[in-house]
């Protein structure tokens, strides 16, 4: 996931994409307490989308104030 292409999505998607990965990183810590998930790079991948996206709202809305 790309910084640039999340930037071309709307508040409304990247909102609904960070619940659908919050979702999936609490399965995979889950998943690493039972010791079913071996190696942590899928759930260190979950947490940094995560910030990018935050990251990218949080450009959008510096924007919309530097605009108004």
């Known amino acids: ?7 071309k999505k709307s508040k409304d998607d990247l909102e609904q994409e960070i619940l659908a990965l919050r979702r999936e990183q609490f399965n995979l810590r889950m998943q690493q307490a ?3 998930l071996t190696g942590g790079a ?4 979950a947490r940094r989308n995560i910030a990018r996206i935050k990251t990218v709202l949080h450009e959008q ?8």
């Open 42 to 45: 899928q759930l260190r991948a």
């Open 34 to 36: 039972t010791g079913q």
């Open 1 to 7: 996931m790309k910084a640039a292409d999340l930037r």
């Open 61 to 68: 809305a510096h924007a919309k104030e530097q605009t108004v």
